[in-house]
């Protein structure tokens, strides 16, 4: 059954990255690979030797951030954003029939949107290995066009840009992202309704244990 909180909104909006698709092991086992590479770099070292010190790390903290914060990588956390979002993950996804039946269900009477940190060639890329055509989201706001227009989902202004392309209200609108800090708690505080997927987050208003989930909410 519908939950009947959602029946005023008119748009939805998606993360990408550990939102449409949730890392497997062989996504997670790539993304470390790149991390260590991008240590190993930086610190001037062998990439095999890197690579064993990260393990061993990162079974004690679980935390690729923490990882590189003890091997004293500077900006540990901009690198594992960054091997998020252009490590070559498309390479390894497949298309998901389930989730392409529940984005053109909800296009069906609500828009559909995506805020990214993913560059545009990277996104598309991914979209289309899940079976998706990235037209379908619109507005469609990549790295590049957040960097352009000055807008981010930390300040309110990615979300105030959505709703001006939108001629949407903040109570019209639901965004559905992987990551408290970014996509739960700013998008909260402007009214807009939140829904977290893959992780946990007490601000969001649903907490899905799938993106296919939303079915529960809409239908």
């Known amino acids: 059954m519908a939950d009947i909180r959602v029946n005023h909104i008119k748009a939805i909006g998606f993360d990408l990255d550990g939102t449409l698709y949730k890392a497997n092991d062989e996504i997670f086992n790539h993304i470390q690979e790149y991390i260590a590479r991008r240590a190993a770099k930086i610190l001037g070292r062998e990439y095999e030797e890197v690579k064993r010190e990260f393990d061993i790390n990162y079974a004690e903290f679980q935390s690729a951030s923490k990882s590189l914060e003890k091997m004293n990588v500077a ?34 009477k609500r828009r559909v949107f995506m805020i ?19 037209n379908v989201f619109h507005p469609f706001l990549c790295a590049e066009e957040s960097i352009q227009k000055k807008v981010s989902r930390r300040d309110h202004s990615a979300f105030r840009y959505i709703s001006s392309m939108l001629n949407a209200d903040f109570s019209e609108i639901m965004f559905v992202g992987d990551r408290e800090g970014t996509d739960i708690i700013p998008a909260k505080e402007l009214g807009i309704t939140t829904a977290i997927v893959n992780a946990k987050s007490e601000h969001a208003d649903y907490q899905l244990k799938s993106i296919y989930d939303l079915v529960k909410i809409f239908f």
């Open 116 to 134: 990214t940190s993913s560059p545009n060639r990277d996104a598309i890329k991914k979209i289309k290995a899940l079976g998706l055509n990235h």
């Open 75 to 108: 900006y540990p956390e901009s690198i594992v954003q960054d091997a998020l979002e252009k490590a070559d993950v498309a390479s390894i996804l497949s298309k998901d029939k389930r989730l392409v039946a529940l984005i053109d269900k909800l296009r069906l």
